[in-house]
């Protein structure tokens, strides 16, 4: 495994917002973690939610990944830390995906430090549901964004979150999975992402995924979303932020 990104390629995620790099996982690794998932785990595990990194090793080891936090660290400029953790495992034939959106409509940060990496965990493809960008979304203001309409292709959700400022002021918001508004499929890159290879975007870069129309093939991947040191994030269940061990 090469170490850090060049300047070409940090340029070029300053320029479309995101950079697909090869090679961040072992085998080894991804077999550990995939066989992880399936033994049962600890209600006090569990009941982490989004936070699964700060109490389960295997989810601490991704998150934490050296070749993973070297990159964020150098596209950062800065001391990431980590703010949530998802294992994304989209059956074949109709698991739904994450509607096209922008992470901080979900994740309002301050100062807006927001990116994330998501890493296949499985060979991942536009036919299996895998990840498709919208290159330079970053560039322009926070798209408007509606809850999905298309249940077959993406899940739809209404929560209450508990939110508090870095004034010390305290409110419940009401907030749905988002769509982004008007986007048309040319605007889109649907990537191809090999199994242990990854995608690094900014919390501005308009992403997601359809729906798994493979008939055998999983796909499966885990997004880790990160802030620069000194960064205040909004949402109470994420605003723990975890230094990368």
Same mark, same amino acid.
């Given at each position: &495994? /090469? @170490?850090?990104?060049?300047?070409?390629?940090?340029?070029?995620? *300053? %320029?479309?917002?995101y950079i697909q790099v090869s090679d961040l996982l072992t085998p080894e690794e991804?077999? @550990?973690?995939?066989?992880?998932?399936? *033994?049962?785990?600890?209600?006090?595990v569990q009941e982490l939610g989004l936070r699964k990194h700060t109490g389960d090793t295997q989810w601490s080891h991704l998150a934490s990944h050296p070749r993973i936090t070297g990159?964020?660290?150098?596209?950062?400029? $800065? =001391?990431p830390f980590i703010v949530q953790t998802m294992y994304l495992a989209k059956k074949p034939e109709g698991g739904t995906g994450i509607a096209l959106h922008q992470d901080a409509h979900y994740i309002r940060n301050e100062p807006n430090s927001l990116m994330a990496c998501w890493a296949a965990l499985s060979d991942t493809d536009k036919d299996n549901g895998g990840l498709c960008v919208a290159s330079g979304s970053h560039?322009?203001?926070? *798209?408007? =964004?509606?809850q999905p309409k298309d249940g077959g292709e993406h899940a739809s959700?209404?929560? %209450?979150?508990? &939110?508090k400022g870095p004034d010390g002021k305290e409110w419940v918001e009401t907030m749905h999975s988002h769509e982004i508004r008007d986007l048309t499929e040319d605007e889109? =890159?649907?990537?191809?992402?090999?199994? $242990? /290879?990854?995608?690094f975007f900014t919390g501005r870069t308009i992403h997601g995924s359809y729906a798994n129309h493979s008939s055998t093939r999983p796909r499966l991947a885990f997004a880790t979303h990160y802030v620069k040191q000194g960064t205040w994030v909004y949402r109470c269940d994420i605003q723990d932020l975890a230094p990368v061990s």
């Open positions: &495994m /090469s @170490n850090g990104l060049t300047s070409q390629q940090i340029a070029k995620y *300053r %320029d479309e917002g991804i077999e @550990n973690f995939l066989y992880h998932e399936t *033994r049962p785990k600890p209600a006090e990159i964020v660290s150098q596209l950062l400029e $800065g =001391t560039l322009e203001p926070l *798209r408007k =964004t509606e959700w209404v929560t %209450d979150y508990p &939110m889109l =890159t649907f990537l191809t992402v090999p199994k $242990g /290879s990854g995608v």
